[in-house]
T-cell receptor, first 109, second 111 residues
């Protein structure tokens, strides 16, 4: 069985502070990991995926197989980063995504 | 740009009614999915389809059925709506092995 855990329901930071949204997973094979973001009144959209190894809107995430983690990081949070963030996993050979419960990020001025 | 559309943004139905939620994608994607999104529970997969007329149960299929008669359209059916099916319903589509694209969601309220 595959599982994604996001331990924080809410993360509140001030503008300019570093941000780390935690994601841990459970999967026996080689997973593909994603971060999706949903801004207020917008549809869910892909933020980044681990195989791309890219930085989007200043966010990065590194897959740590030893710790089974895929934490999302940004060195300096902006108010426009306020949104709901979901970590998701796709098992090898599967089409479906398993999502975590989400973390709401609030960035205050 | 991929477009996934859902027939309604808001829907209000009564307990016991049959409800149809429609989803259409315009990028010839093989895979289509229905999720429900609830606060504190994240997204949970109801059903998915990897080809026309093919369907697979997700994590919470009870009380739902689906139909995929054409590649671009995936319908979610609530045979007899109940109040615990009040939720945000998200449709998504993808190519095999590729990222998922989501629709805007349908907020269903069952009274």
């Amino acid at each position: 069985a595959q599982r994604v855990t996001q331990p924080e329901k809410l993360l509140s930071v001030f503008k300019g502070a570093p941000v780390e949204l935690k994601c841990n997973y459970s999967y026996s094979g080689s997973p593909e990991l994603f971060w999706y973001v949903q801004y207020s009144r917008q549809r869910l959209q892909l933020l980044l995926r681990h195989i791309s190894r890219e930085s989007i809107k200043g966010f990065t995430a590194d897959l740590n197989k030893g710790e089974t983690s895929f934490h999302l990081k940004k060195p300096f949070a902006q108010e426009e980063d306020s949104a709901m963030y979901y970590c998701a996993l796709r098992g090898s050979g599967y089409s479906t995504l398993t999502f975590g419960k989400g973390t709401m990020l609030l960035v205050s001025p | 740009d991929v477009k996934v559309t859902q027939s309604s943004r808001y829907l209000v139905k009564r307990t016991g009614e049959k409800v149809f939620l429609e989803c259409v994608q315009d990028m010839d994607h093989e895979n289509m999915f229905w999720y429900r999104q609830d606060p504190g529970l994240g997204l949970r997969l109801i059903y998915f389809s990897y080809d026309v007329k093919m369907k697979e149960k997700g994590d919470i299929p009870e009380g739902y059925s689906v139909s995929r008669e054409k590649k671009e359209r995936f319908s979610l059916i609530l045979e007899s709506a109940s109040t615990n099916q009040t939720s945000m319903y998200l449709c998504a589509s993808s190519r095999r092995g590729d990222r998922g694209f989501f629709g805007p969601g349908t907020r269903l309220t069952v009274l």
